[in-house]
């Protein structure tokens, strides 16, 4: 590939991105589409606003751009919570670390490799790309020492960088657990594996098991019911039933919905069971025998102090493991009850069962990645196979085949994977849907490093060397030297994998094609003109985190060998940060939220990216026979793995456990303030009336808990 | 070797055995040893058999033998606590799974390989041992399924053994948990890093902490005080004064001691400090300013009952994880002072260090190794070096070179490796000497098997194959392949291993020889005549289970290729049982125990040798040409793992956590019984008395904490 199919390619994209900006300008003008593009606001108070025929709405403008470039941390605090917050956080870290980088790297390191070898240069349209990469340094340059400083200036920088950022990531989750006063699953234990007898039920066990251990901390429980395929059907049915019939829906929403819509039972909506006495005695009248062949082994168990749930969900109950496992609960929007059925025991095997599945997708899925990576080295192909010549004859066919479709077939691929990879985490057992959602993101990072990464890195250098057998790609210990001699060369599909992944992402994100036609589909063939009716979404980290810490680390490793890759990547972190913000404040909803956990997660990649950046550079510098250069990278690469261990005792445990000097001031406060009583009052209803609105009323049934509770208030 | 050499070496063996056994038998008799061979009964009560002229006293008897045999689990378990019933168990384990492997594998496999190959047999004695491996069964042999069978009788038996031996030990430790009422450490918690300001001592820190966050829960607290070189110097100065004066030292010992003599201060021994009023007094006035200065940053904390000491050892105390880190205490005789003054911000840098040091002297012990390996080979060797043959012309010469020499020398440079493995246990920063203890163990049991097991293999491999470059050694793949052609073939000096090692190593442990050469060196240079005045041995964990595991991890992996191991290891698993019973009652000190954590070490070596024979069984069956055979070990060695994860999450927890409901049932006991005061009022002295029998008076001084007690009770 050269310049010109570089220019060629970005040229495209440029294009396509700017049309789509501008065309989602307009859209996020129509009213009709406000449900598409203010997901967020319309969940906070609902849109008033009406008139149809208003001139300017199909004229393009850039208002959107100013003000997501406006917002305070504050604000996308507040709608987006700390999660988001970290995500920017995560973009902004690598603004600030590619931007450094591109200083060094394009005004020391690139002229130094384009000038590395005495040779005549051709016209830099020309130029194949491979001049520009690290490659095209003689063999014992005494210029390397520069690749070596600006390796220094990198990792430095990042490490500096990230220091801070970890150290103000763990101010704010201490903030934020301080700062949620009302959240009721700071009291609440989600107690699993509750032991069978044959005598007592389930309630009764819990009920005796904590009055008898956690008697003067334990407020009442509540019990998790089995909700039968017919009840799920009939759920259905009354959705579907509601949904068609909208307009006569009482149109709260949101927050509002679930005090005065469901509280009260005054909406049509909900009839099976709402949380009133007379429906509760009825209720377990008719299915008191019932009731018990229902339990789940599984129940929140509530208590008076958040230290005491603390202590309770963190201690070994039994000396059986297997029986009385506790956790804190989740938020009740966070928490996901599917899994909460499931009998405890057989977790584990599923767990295994998923690992052993994961790796054998991962693996399998290497087949598309390397059929895409052939289409990059056309020339190469052409050997092998001659009768693709007469496809990739016309000069312009072969800038498309070689420049944009193979990263568009990747991305196709790459597609299926985030919902496969939830199916995974679902059948894992998470009890929450953070949970769920961070186990999936770690998951989707390990597919796309090993497939993005790794595996066209190995591929091209299969293909390169296809002489060698890849039977000795394995080898570990040529596994840097390989490293060092693919990645210059593998540099080229990354920048077009930027500018196609990268860019069209982001427009892709803006304009939301699948909730488009999700609203298209209801207006123009369903005929129902309620906005609400449909759900809105959370924000997908588990897509989007993976995304910024792949193209982190392809920006690390390229830096120094390849730096041509650096300013395309600056552009796709730059329009990320403008398109999330404008994300986050309008479109995706918040219901649940981690707390920053993601935020390990961001922090171990991109340790690990530097390392093997550095890994890679040791390798060329040892190919370069630069002794220097590479005996100065060695202490580099401890440092930075001292850093990183630094780092884990220093901050990490905040994000494994919850400080206990935190929660009991915070239990302090509220006796002090007296709001403990008001707290208990609306705990067990917390998770109920969540319950119900989520569709798994069954799951909680408020028989006895309000009767448990009025006798120890 | 053939089977004469290793009838020699076997017969040399078993010469020396008898006679070291014998030679033991006469030398226990002996008044003047009797506090070499009976540490544990002097440490109990002080004999008083003095009858120097008593003419069986040279006459060899079994009575050791029938004693050791008859002695009970409980009395074990009194005299030589959890730790040691869990380590006869271990060795019960092996005799069980042995048992079992030597019948299949004596009377079905080894008559299999031995007439494996159709060709014509030696007279037995000159037979080589080879012909009794899986190399002399041919290949496609349908035969195989025979080996297959014995690997699944054997694996079976191992983990239905393991499931039984896990479950009892769990109960065993919740037994002992139960058990251990009056233990101040279940009350006791360790403080660390507590952070330094200007205004106030650390002390006043303590309280103030403890007494906001656990006001409910706090008793009080105890600092811990640096102690300089020079009042180092001043004890050890006076110990050596003592030790010299012995005569005039009261002769109190063990448990009595520690009540009578200190606490009444009437004895001359340990005049710096003691706990009572006056001493206090004047301390506190002398170096008042003083002790500030002295004070380290941790403490000892007292607690009402054992669970809140639990839940305040289990939490996070603050947002910042590396200030005021607590863990529960180790038992007075347990915790390791010296590290206690040490700062604790500096302990994760040197496990980092200690960890690169460990590899480093793994990797470089490896030349020791293959030294001793290629004497094994001496016939491979003389062809690389024909300067040889002049030596080892002599066939007995031969036979001593390569049946007995080289498992010498390799003892001889093992036995340096538990010192130093200590050294890097204790500069890692451990506070008990339990724990110091099962570092070591748990290092040197790598090392042995990397150093012994696997290097030995390798080695023969380079040696066997020297044509092929050792740096192929290394590649993964070809990994399983090795093991397979080089186990069998290396089983010959395994053989020999356990011959020296492992029985000698029993005779060696019962005659102890450093113990009698320093009794000599007391009674006839020093001319003291005290028994008493040098200390006792505690067992020797750190060497014994890694050597048992490593035992185990050999009959594993030769059991089903090369079964003629199994007689000589199953006399050794025997007599180790003899011995260590013998041991356990009469010789080695209980100053501390585990409480029975040396189990899950045990059993996950256990699991990795099943594995690791399993991998090898299908390399064997792979390069053998029997597909059924390999087939069918695939879901073994599937089913093994399953069976290890189910082991890990039904019983692991309980040895990484206390239960919960165990320590509050105690707690509630105690309260019931009234207990709880007169356990309130030992707490404080119980680990200033240790301390200062220890000679680490120093660290804990008694200011305050009495006063601030009593306003408590």
Chains 1, 2 share one sequence.
Not at 435 to 451: A, P
Not at 459 to 471: P, W
Not at 564 to 579: D, E, H, K, S
């Amino acid at each position: 590939m050269n310049i010109s199919a570089l220019l060629t390619s970005s040229g495209i994209n440029t294009a396509v991105c700017a049309v789509l900006f501008s065309l989602y300008s307009i859209l996020r003008k129509q009213p009709s589409l406000v449900s598409v593009y203010f997901g967020q606001k319309l969940s906070q108070v609902r849109s008033k606003r009406n008139d149809p025929f208003w001139f300017q709405r199909f004229i393009p403008s850039a208002s959107w751009i100013v003000k997501s470039w406006v917002a305070s941390e504050e604000e996308l605090f507040a709608i987006g919570g700390l999660d988001a917050v970290v995500f920017l956080r995560a973009v902004v870290f690598s603004i600030r670390v590619f931007s450094v980088a591109g200083v060094i790297c394009l005004f020391l390191v690139l002229p130094l490799n384009y000038f590395g070898k005495e040779m005549e240069h051709k016209h830099i349209r020309e130029e194949q790309l491979s001049v520009f990469t690290i490659e095209n340094v003689k063999e014992g340059s005494r210029w390397l020492w520069a690749h070596c400083l600006a390796l220094y200036v990198i990792s430095s920088c990042a490490c500096i960088l990230l220091y801070f950022e970890y150290k103000s990531i763990t101010k704010m989750r201490v903030a934020y657990i301080t700062a949620s006063h009302s959240h009721p699953s700071h009291f609440t234990v989600l107690v699993r594996a509750i032991p069978w007898s044959r005598e007592e039920s389930y309630s009764v066990r819990v009920a005796k098991f904590f009055t008898d251990y956690y008697s003067s901390s334990y407020l009442s429980h509540q019990m998790i019911y089995h909700s039968g395929a017919v009840q799920k059907l009939m759920i259905d049915a009354e959705k579907i039933y509601n949904m068609l019939k909208s307009n006569t829906v009482d149109q709260h929403y949101g927050s509002r919905l679930s005090r005065c819509g469901f509280c009260g039972g005054n909406s049509t909506s909900f009839k099976i069971l709402s949380p009133e006495p007379e429906n509760v005695r009825t209720m377990s009248c008719l299915d008191g025998p019932d009731l018990r062949q229902k339990e789940c082994g599984a129940a929140l168990v509530f208590f008076r102090t958040r230290f005491a749930a603390l202590v309770a969900s963190e201690a070994l109950q039994q000396p059986n493991p297997m029986s009385w496992v506790t956790d804190l609960a989740p938020e009740p929007r966070d928490i996901y009850w599917s899994n909460l059925y499931v009998p405890y025991r057989i977790f584990w095997i599923r767990k295994i069962a998923i690992l052993v599945a994961f790796i054998l997708f991962v693996t399998f899925f290497l087949i598309p990645v390397v059929f895409t990576q052939s289409l990059v080295h056309l020339d190469k192909l052409e050997k092998v196979f001659p009768f693709i010549k007469g496809i990739t004859e016309r000069r312009y066919m072969k800038q498309l085949i070689s420049g944009y479709l193979p990263s568009v077939i990747l991305m196709i691929f790459l597609s299926i994977v985030p919902p496969v990879m939830m199916v995974f985490s679902t059948l894992e057992g998470s009890i929450s849907r953070s949970g769920r959602k961070r186990s999936t993101c770690i998951k989707v990072l390990y597919f796309v490093i090993w497939n993005v990464f790794f595996a066209n890195i190995l591929t091209e250098a299969a293909i390169d060397h296809y002489q060698v057998s890849i039977m000795k790609l394995g080898d570990p210990k040529t596994i840097p030297n390989q490293l060092a001699k693919a990645v210059p060369s593998t540099a080229t599909f990354f920048v077009t994998y930027v500018l196609t992944s990268g860019w069209a992402s982001l427009s892709c994100e803006l304009i939301q094609p699948f909730p488009l036609l999700c609203n298209s589909f209801y207006r123009f063939i369903l005929r129902n003109k309620d906005d609400s009716s449909y759900g809105s979404y959370t924000f997908p980290y588990h897509t989007e985190v993976p995304r910024v810490l792949l193209f982190g680390l392809l920006g690390f490793t390229c830096s120094v060998l390849a730096p041509l890759i650096l300013p395309f990547l600056l552009v796709y972190f730059f329009l990320a940060y403008l398109v999330f913000r404008n994300q986050i404040l309008d479109v995706y909803v918040t219901k649940y939220q981690s707390g920053g956990l993601y935020w390990p997660i961001i922090h171990n990649t991109t340790i690990f990216s530097l390392v093997l950046t550095q890994i890679i550079a040791l390798g060329v510098f040892g190919i370069k026979r630069s002794p220097i250069a590479s005996g100065f990278t060695i202490p580099l690469i401890i440092c930075t793995l001292l850093f990183n261990e630094y780092c884990r005792q220093r901050f990490h445990p905040v994000f494994k456990k919850t400080p206990a000097r935190t929660i009991i001031d915070m239990d302090r406060e509220d006796e002090h303030s007296g709001r403990m009583e008001e707290i208990y009052q609306k705990l067990p209803s917390a998770y109920y009336l969540m319950a119900e609105k989520l569709g798994h009323q069954q799951a909680l049934r408020s028989k006895g808990s309000r009767k448990r509770l009025s006798n120890y208030l």
